[in-house]
């Protein structure tokens, strides 16, 4: 395979129009981490994604002979291409072309006429994104390596690794404009409330620190999701709000690596489940959800329902009490209920410090 300087982030850029091209290319061309290819076909754009493994493809849908969707599904089915992330690119935003978009293997959308903001930040995120995930693969990796005999150094990669997968989901989740100046602090909350459950409900330590850990990945996926949904007003349609519940395959795709525990591919996966089975994607139901879903669960409704959102103002915490305890037995698992209100004081605490 040819080499290449491992520091540069190479871009396909597929489009039949070569003064869209041109323009995709203008916009991307003074990052200078960027190595650039420009195709105008479909086959072409196969063809050498076969040969170099490009790290992105910013991929045009309306192309003849073979069009964006086919080159996207042939890529995905190819063992070699598959975890190529894949941007479209198209002044198609209907409803069905959103989803087929999505079900051809895209993780997002670029909406022609470009705007050049928009089409930096969103290739930004997936550099952030690759970036983020070799480190963390590489620091699991060292802990796994060292764990037994250096103490210390495992103590001081994991800050390291939590400090990374902060940093990633607050970068990812500015990137999609999200809007919520309390990001920061609402993944800090999550993922201490997280810790005492999981170390009240099971005793283990370091079980409680990966979950203190990966906590904060939970909702990752929606980097996935367009914009243009993620801060639609009002109601979804029945197609919105299935494409929104895919964030969770698409958290579950990105964190399902060998240096990654499978604790956080789970939690990604399955924090939309709940107890009664009426959660989503899978409905699973009781003890079949795993343990790490359902306390980020708790955790994550317990912080969100405290907290002003653009869309509502934060409940009292008598309300919030009464809320969870309403969703005892068909939310939430009755036992880290009860965990949760044992341990009430600890929860206070951690949201006075922070």
């Keep these: 395979m040819e080499m290449r300087d491992k520091e540069r982030f190479r871009i396909l850029i597929v489009d039949d129009n070569n003064e869209n091209r041109r323009i995709i290319a203008m916009i991307l061309s003074p990052n200078k981490e960027f190595d650039l290819t420009l195709v105008s076909s479909g086959y072409a754009a196969v063809e050498f994604s076969l040969k170099t493994i490009p790290d992105l493809i910013l991929l045009d849908i309306m192309m003849p002979e073979m069009d964006g969707y086919e080159v996207a599904r042939k890529l995905k089915s190819d063992e070699r291409t598959k975890d190529i992330p894949i941007l479209f690119v198209t002044a198609n ?68 690794i939590a400090d990374i997968t902060r940093a990633l989901v607050t970068a990812l989740e500015n990137a999609n404009q999200m809007n919520d ?56 349609t029945a197609l919105e709000r299935e494409t929104m519940r895919q964030h969770v395959l698409f958290g579950a795709k990105m964190l399902d690596s060998p240096g990654i525990p499978r604790l956080a591919v789970n939690i990604a996966r399955y924090h939309h489940e709940k107890w009664d089975g009426s959660g989503y994607l899978e409905g699973l139901s009781g003890s079949d959800i795993p343990l790490e879903a359902r ?18 103002d934060a409940f009292p915490e008598d309300k919030i009490d009464e809320i969870i305890l309403e969703g005892k037995g068909t939310f939430f698992d009755p036992e880290l209920v009860d965990l949760f209100f044992k341990n009430k004081s600890k929860m206070l605490e951690v949201k006075r410090m922070l």
Excluded: C
């Design 295 to 312: 306390i980020v669960t708790l955790a994550d409704i317990y912080d969100a329902l405290g907290t002003k959102r653009t869309y509502k």
């Design 93 to 160: 935003t209907d409803d069905e072309s959103i989803s087929k978009g999505f079900e051809s293997g895209g993780i997002d959308y670029i909406t022609k006429p470009f705007n050049h903001n928009e089409l930096l930040a969103r290739v930004n995120v997936q550099v952030r994104l690759k970036k983020y995930h070799k480190q963390l693969e590489e620091q699991n990796r060292l802990l796994l390596e060292k764990k037994s005999l250096l103490t210390a150094l495992v103590d001081e990669k994991t800050k390291k």
């Design 181 to 236: 100046t309390d990001t920061g602090e609402h993944i800090k909350r999550v993922s201490e409330y997280a810790g005492i459950i999981a170390l009240e409900r099971t005793g283990d330590i370091d079980f409680s620190k990966q979950i203190r850990l990966y906590s904060s990945l939970h909702d990752v996926g929606k980097v996935g999701i367009p914009d243009i949904l993620l801060k639609k007003p009002g109601m979804y």
